[in-house]
């Protein structure tokens, strides 16, 4: 069957329609059409109310264990769930400050690398490899929730913790860097959008998506290693006379004190959950925050190494650190399902006890409690993949509450992609850049927010897309946007372009005026996809004209 171009677009108006507002018995919110007899019922045999479930089902337990048909009991969990969501947030704030941004600020010094490249690779890779992963394992993932998702999330990223970046630490941005950073999204995004709009996404363009983001990223790398030549250049003329005085004083003590002196104290001191200053300058809230986040805390502090070049001893705890040789590799295998697979007969998590055993037999006889031993610094490696895991598991659970409240308030696919997953699956990057913004790394949590976002629209979409397309006979991807997709390309050109013209007219300076007309843009299209999701006005990309047949 053929159409003509008004016929195909009110065959796509009609198909966004089946899917927004007549929800299909594969998906969830079908629950809405039930009885509250059969809801239950429903939540527990369908696939698709347990596609966001982690560790926790929210969704069986409102429906389940309290029952929508006890209106005041059903609200009372949502309220719950809530203050569930907002716990995580904590959890997840703690995490960015105690744990990541001292890791990552270790790894820029130790690698001697600027915190824009810095943010662009490391922070940018940390944050977005766990979607990215996720959306390359799952290639018959629903398209509209994931374009939805991918733009929403880019957009936020963007426009409210960039934004948020420059209210808490203004600086000045670097012409040609800044200037790349959004012209390759600019173009990026265009390209998205002109090849998805016939629905068809083939192998040229997920190929040219890809390399796009192989060609930022040499670049990107490319302008530090000119930068980093200019400058032992400029430090060679200068011929200095070398410091007698190093760093290394401590290899030419010896000590008359004990190898070991100390340690269990040493230990004890590193784990308390609790800072004790916070403890007594803070109120009864502050004080309720954290007893409530000690258990987390304490479970963080055994399980994820400390590195932190501004602390004593840089973070060395020897105790404590030759736990973490045994406890991450098991807390990492066993939340990811992976201690019980079996190899030779014999379980994961025993090969991982017995492979951790040798490292750290040889730090307690290599090392001491009182100083720090020069390969403390690969204890970062540790601490960034537990840093990243550590996140990912409560970005997950975030996730699945976000989704769980949106289906109670009813939103569809696109609303609940762009807006409540879009928050949740960035909800990482917002206390990671933030925490940096906070400890004077500005600029390495700014890159970050672009080169996030662009990581996972050009890596992540461009390999779902390809190895979708691999899986059809004409090696082409069938793509769905939905209604918002259209709305939610337009809103990221406008947070871009809005963005380089306000710089541009700051001569590149990033002021907290910036950072407020990235916010309010980001409300706006926040503001506008919401009032299309109640059918207020419409949202780009739907056809409104009248049919001149009726009547």
Not at 167 to 172: A, G, N, V, W, Y
């Given at each position: 069957m053929t159409f003509n171009l008004n016929g195909s677009l009110l065959l796509r108006v009609v198909r966004h329609a089946t899917y927004v507002n007549f929800p299909r018995p594969d998906d969830c919110s079908y629950l809405h059409k039930l009885s509250v007899d059969e809801q239950c019922q429903f939540v527990e045999s369908s696939e698709a109310c347990t596609e966001s479930v982690f560790y926790f089902n929210y969704v069986w337990f409102l429906y389940c264990t309290l029952g929508s048909e006890r209106a005041y009991l059903f609200n009372a969990g949502f309220m719950f769930l809530l203050c569930v969501c907002a716990y995580y947030?904590?959890?997840?704030?703690?995490?960015?400050?105690?744990?990541?941004?001292?890791?990552?600020?270790?790894?820029?010094e130790t690698l001697n690398i600027s915190e824009t490249l810095a943010g662009v690779t490391i922070l940018a890779f940390g944050n977005g490899s766990p979607d990215l992963f996720t959306a390359v394992a799952n290639p018959d993932e629903d398209t509209e929730l994931m374009f939805a998702e991918l733009f929403g999330s880019a957009a936020f990223v963007i426009g409210v913790i960039g934004g948020t970046v420059l209210?808490?630490?203004?600086?000045?941005f670097a012409p040609w860097g800044i200037s790349r950073d959004l012209a390759f999204f600019i173009i990026s995004v265009v390209w998205i959008s002109l090849k998805a709009a016939d629905e068809r996404f083939n192998m040229v363009d997920s190929s040219v998506l890809i390399g796009l983001y192989l060609t930022f990223l040499f670049l990107v790398i490319w302008e530090f290693v000119l930068a980093r030549r200019e400058m032992q250049t400029a430090r060679a003329r200068e011929a200095s006379m070398p410091n007698p005085s190093a760093r290394n004083d401590h290899l030419n003590v010896e000590s008359n004190v004990p190898a070991n002196a100390g340690l269990l104290v040493d230990f004890w001191f590193h784990i308390k959950p609790i800072d004790p200053e916070e403890w007594s300058?803070?109120?009864?809230?502050?004080?309720?925050?954290?007893?409530?986040?000690?258990?987390?805390v304490l479970l963080l502090l055994l399980t994820i190494p400390i590195v932190d070049v501004t602390a004593e001893r840089n973070g060395w705890c020897k105790l404590l650190n030759i736990c973490h040789c045994l406890t991450l590799p098991l807390m990492v295998?066993?939340?990811?399902?992976?201690?019980?697979?079996?190899?030779?007969?014999?379980?994961?998590?025993?090969?991982?006890?017995?492979?951790?055993?040798?490292?750290?037999?040889?730090?307690?006889?290599?090392?001491?409690?009182?100083?720090?031993?020069?390969?403390?610094?690969?204890?970062?490696?540790?601490?960034?993949?537990?840093?990243?895991?550590?996140?990912y598991i409560i970005a997950q659970e975030v996730v699945s509450v976000l989704e769980t409240l949106g289906l109670v308030l009813k939103l569809s696919k696109s609303i609940l992609g762009l807006s409540m997953l879009a928050w949740g699956n960035s909800i990482g990057d917002l206390f990671s850049n933030v925490a940096l913004a906070r400890q004077g790394y500005g600029k390495m949590a700014f890159a970050a927010c672009f080169g996030g976002p662009l990581l996972n629209l050009c890596l992540g979409l461009g390999l779902t897309l390809m190895v979708k397309a691999f899986g059809s006979f004409n090696l082409v991807a069938e793509v769905r946007k939905g209604v918002m997709g259209e709305n939610c390309e337009a809103y990221l050109f406008q947070i871009l372009t809005t963005t380089w013209l306000c710089l541009l007219f700051t001569n590149f300076q990033g002021r907290r005026s910036v950072g407020i007309s990235m916010i309010i843009t980001y409300g706006m299209f926040l503001i506008f996809s919401f009032l299309g999701e109640f059918e207020l006005l419409h949202p780009f990309g739907t056809d409104h004209q009248s049919d001149p047949n009726a009547g």
């Open positions: 947030f904590i959890i997840l704030g703690t995490t960015a400050d105690q744990f990541f941004c001292p890791t990552l600020a270790a790894i820029a209210l808490i630490e203004p600086f000045t300058l803070g109120g009864c809230v502050t004080r309720t925050i954290c007893l409530l986040k000690a258990p987390f295998v066993f939340v990811n399902g992976l201690a019980f697979i079996w190899i030779a007969h014999v379980p994961l998590f025993m090969w991982t006890m017995l492979a951790s055993l040798p490292f750290m037999i040889v730090i307690f006889y290599t090392s001491r409690t009182d100083r720090c031993p020069q390969f403390h610094r690969c204890f970062t490696i540790l601490s960034f993949l537990g840093c990243v895991q550590a996140i």
